[in-house]
């Protein structure tokens, strides 16, 4: 069983071993979350942190690389050049797209998995979003001017590329936290979504998408249950349109197959692995390491994440566990465990008075974990991403 350590204590064990990766998510991590992701900020100082350590590092985020809304054009505009990045190799190496948009430092990209149709498609469904969503709103909030609707459709709608997104944040905040409006719109962004996965059937898509919720509490019949908002927090604020077989887990070992790759010449999963004909548990994810990586291959991972989930479902008396960044990380936990390596599990509280989340207070993680959840978190940063970028920052002055 893992067991709480202090911030020093997590830097050593990563500096006594050579063969190190550590695997971040983003948004909640190092960027602050804000209703408006467009309004998203990334340090400056933390960009040029994660350069020092090279290949020992690696995104694994729901967010993208590319476009208006990627985390490249933060990176370039806290740097406050759009050269400076590609010359320097600044950019954040790894995984993006939930497991289908692949960059290096210097922003060189890969598409693994994804083909022509599909793409075109989600070029569409920013569009599909924005005509629905105006028409649910017009129902839905009558009183609104055109000129406020445009604005929370705008917000709303998130155009990125390979994971189109729904994010209700300031629609949420505009009703002023009445929660029982909050669930109705939460009906309204899910049956917006549905109706896109629809769509995408009738053109013979069928088997190419799926929709994730965030956060989520874990799968019923292959579906994410989505988290109704309470009087202590939002629950479900995204919903994002993403291809099948893009989930977190799936991605750490793209990731490890291209880190290991690098280091021996050689791809443990074949060179064509992607995260759509890799295994679909966590079981048969480990089972692949074990065949195809050594020991002495394996890396001491590193998982960083802020979105997990944990609530009592009192109907059958069982915890409904979910969220983006659970599957990865409880991988990372489990793959320490198998092969006899200290991974860390690191849980950033992200909940700021922007968005609401859970997060933990002291022992308390109502929300988050309990006492009967497998995952276990080596490490708990209080106080957010200046707290994280702050402890990064003395793990980066190592390297």
Same mark, same amino acid.
């Given at each position: 069983?893992?067991?709480?350590?202090?911030?020093?204590?997590?830097?050593?064990?990563?500096?006594?071993? *050579?063969?190190?990766?550590?695997?971040?998510?983003?948004?909640?991590?190092?960027?602050?979350?804000?209703?408006?992701?467009?309004?998203?900020?990334?340090?400056?100082?933390?960009?040029?942190?994660?350069?020092?350590?090279?290949d020992k590092f690696s995104v694994l985020t729901c967010g993208e690389h590319e476009g208006r809304r990627g985390v490249n054009r933060l990176v370039e505009k806290a740097l406050n050049s759009t050269t400076k990045a590609k010359e320097n190799g600044f950019y954040?190496?790894?995984?993006?797209a939930c497991g289908v948009e692949f960059q290096d430092r210097f922003s060189n990209s890969s598409y693994p998995g994804l083909n022509d149709n599909?793409?075109? @498609?989600?070029?569409?469904?920013?569009?599909?979003?924005?005509?629905?969503?105006?028409? *649910?709103?017009?129902?839905?909030?009558?009183? &609104?001017?055109?000129?406020?609707?445009?604005?929370?459709?705008?917000?709303?709608?998130?155009?990125?590329?390979?994971?189109?997104?729904?994010?209700?944040?300031?629609?949420?905040?505009?009703?002023?936290?009445?929660?029982?409006?909050?669930?109705?719109?939460?009906?309204?962004?899910?049956?917006?979504?549905?109706? &896109? +996965?629809?769509?995408?059937?009738?053109?013979?898509?069928?088997?190419?998408?799926?929709?994730?919720?965030?956060?989520?509490?874990?799968?019923? $019949? =292959?579906? *994410?249950?989505?988290?109704?908002?309470?009087?202590?927090? @939002?629950?479900?604020?995204?919903?994002?349109?993403?291809?099948? =077989?893009?989930?977190?887990?799936?991605?750490?070992?793209?990731? &490890?197959?291209?880190?290991?790759?690098?280091?021996?010449?050689?791809?443990?999963?074949?060179?064509?692995? $992607?995260?759509?004909?890799?295994?679909?548990?966590?079981?048969?994810?480990?089972?692949?390491?074990?065949?195809?990586?050594?020991?002495?291959?394996?890396?001491?991972?590193?998982?960083?994440?802020?979105?997990?989930?944990?609530?009592?479902?009192?109907?059958?008396?069982?915890?409904?566990?979910?969220?983006?960044?659970?599957?990865? %990380?409880? +991988?990372?936990?489990?793959?320490?465990?198998?092969?006899?390596?200290?991974?860390?599990?690191?849980?950033?509280?992200?909940?700021?008075?922007?968005?609401?989340?859970?997060?933990?207070?002291?022992?308390?993680?109502?929300?988050?974990?309990?006492? $009967?959840?497998? %995952?276990?978190?080596?490490?708990?940063? $209080?106080?957010?991403?200046?707290?994280?970028?702050?402890?990064?920052?003395?793990?980066?002055?190592?390297?």
């Open positions: 069983m893992n067991v709480l350590k202090t911030k020093e204590e997590i830097i050593k064990t990563i500096l006594n071993e *050579e063969n190190i990766l550590i695997v971040q998510d983003l948004d909640g991590v190092c960027i602050p979350l804000v209703q408006d992701p467009l309004k998203r900020k990334i340090d400056k100082e933390y960009v040029e942190d994660v350069s020092k350590l090279r954040l190496p790894g995984l993006a599909e793409i075109n @498609f989600l070029g569409k469904v920013p569009k599909m979003m924005r005509l629905m969503l105006t028409k *649910e709103l017009k129902k839905f909030l009558p009183n &609104l001017s055109n000129e406020v609707r445009t604005k929370l459709v705008d917000v709303a709608v998130c155009d990125t590329r390979f994971t189109p997104t729904l994010n209700f944040n300031e629609i949420f905040s505009y009703v002023k936290y009445d929660f029982n409006k909050v669930k109705d719109l939460q009906l309204i962004m899910e049956k917006i979504m549905n109706n &896109l +996965l629809e769509d995408s059937k009738s053109i013979g898509l069928e088997n190419s998408f799926h929709l994730h919720l965030m956060p989520n509490l874990g799968l019923r $019949n =292959g579906r *994410e249950i989505m988290k109704y908002a309470t009087q202590n927090e @939002f629950g479900t604020t995204d919903i994002q349109f993403i291809i099948n =077989g893009a989930i977190k887990e799936a991605g750490l070992l793209l990731i &490890l197959n291209k880190y290991i790759s690098e280091k021996t010449g050689v791809y443990p999963f074949g060179a064509n692995f $992607n995260v759509r004909n890799a295994p679909k548990t966590l079981d048969k994810l480990i089972d692949l390491c074990r065949n195809k990586i050594p020991r002495d291959q394996m890396p001491l991972l590193i998982g960083i994440g802020d979105t997990v989930t944990s609530v009592k479902d009192d109907q059958t008396n069982s915890w409904l566990r979910g969220g983006s960044d659970r599957g990865f %990380l409880t +991988l990372i936990q489990r793959l320490g465990e198998s092969y006899k390596k200290e991974n860390q599990v690191i849980f950033v509280n992200s909940c700021n008075d922007q968005v609401s989340r859970p997060r933990v207070n002291g022992t308390d993680m109502q929300g988050i974990s309990d006492a $009967n959840d497998d %995952l276990k978190f080596n490490l708990i940063i $209080n106080d957010g991403p200046k707290e994280y970028i702050k402890w990064f920052k003395q793990l980066a002055s190592k390297f």
